[in-house]
């Protein structure tokens, strides 16, 4: 059974940093693709970062530079640093692991962790 268990969620002011972790099990967490989206109320979810199995990283342009996202193969964990925070980065956040294999992709999210932002 696939899991992916997103923490480090939490409340802050702005200007704040938290590193959200997210463990994986019941995949071969190396070979996967990983990536943080979020969700903010109203929103349609959106991609914040990936990181691919060969570690190279995407990041959209409102978190660059305030944001990084690296990975722990040895641990199944991909981790996103974020700092310099914003109320706009309030939203809840989940992980995703996807695999592109023949034909279809595999396509794993985490439950979510709520991080909020606000003076």
């Known amino acids: 059974q696939v899991q992916l268990v997103e923490s480090g969620g939490g409340l802050l002011h702005p200007g704040g940093s938290l590193r959200l972790s997210c463990a994986a099990s019941g995949i071969v967490f190396s070979i996967y693709d990983m990536g943080w989206y979020r969700q903010a109320p109203g929103k349609q979810r959106e991609v914040v970062a990936t990181i691919t199995r060969g570690n190279a990283t995407k990041y959209a342009d409102s978190v660059k530079g305030r944001f990084t996202i690296s990975r722990d193969n040895a641990k199944n964990t991909v981790f996103l640093q974020m700092n310099s925070l914003k109320p706009e980065d309030t939203a809840v956040y989940y992980c995703?692991?996807?695999?592109?294999?023949?034909?279809?992709?595999?396509?794993?999210w985490g439950q979510g962790t709520q991080v909020t932002v606000s003076s």
């Open positions: 995703n692991a996807k695999l592109s294999v023949t034909m279809r992709t595999l396509d794993h």
